[in-house]
């Protein structure tokens, strides 16, 4: 069992930051990538930022120059630092992890999900 937890969600002012943290727990061999989608109501759920083992990062041209995302590999964790904060980066921010671990006896490779963290800017 592998599981995602996310912090660092809340209500901000336009300009200002938030940084959301996710922690990997389980079962866990190696953590291939992690990153942070964004989902707002009516719509799909978006990558905004990601990072590789290797320190690859991608980041949505929306949020570039904005948001940095990190990844500890150490620590099992991914950080999403969101500076300069708008309206339009409203939404529930979803952390996201490829994973091999071992469940049973049993080694695969599988994307897993958070639970999800609202971030609410205020124009």
């Known amino acids: 069992q592998v599981t995602l937890v996310e912090s660092g969600g809340g209500l901000a002012q336009a300009g200002e930051s938030l940084t959301l943290s996710c922690e990997a727990s389980?079962?866990?061999?190696?953590?291939?990538?992690m990153g942070w989608y964004r989902q707002v109501p009516g719509k799909q759920r978006e990558l905004v930022a990601s990072?590789?083992?290797?320190?690859?990062?991608y980041v949505a041209d929306s949020v570039k120059g904005r948001f940095t995302v990190s990844m500890d590999k150490a620590k099992k964790s991914v950080y999403l630092q969101m500076n300069d904060l708008k309206s339009e980066d409203t939404g529930m921010y979803y952390c996201?992890?490829?994973?091999?671990?071992?469940?049973?006896?049993?080694?695969?490779?599988?994307?897993?999900w958070g639970q999800g963290t609202q971030v609410t800017v205020s124009s």
């Open positions: 996201n992890a490829d994973v091999l671990a071992e469940y049973g006896g049993r080694v695969k490779q599988e994307e897993h």
């Open positions: 990072e590789t083992v290797t320190h690859i990062a």
């Open positions: 389980g079962s866990i061999i190696n953590i291939n990538a």
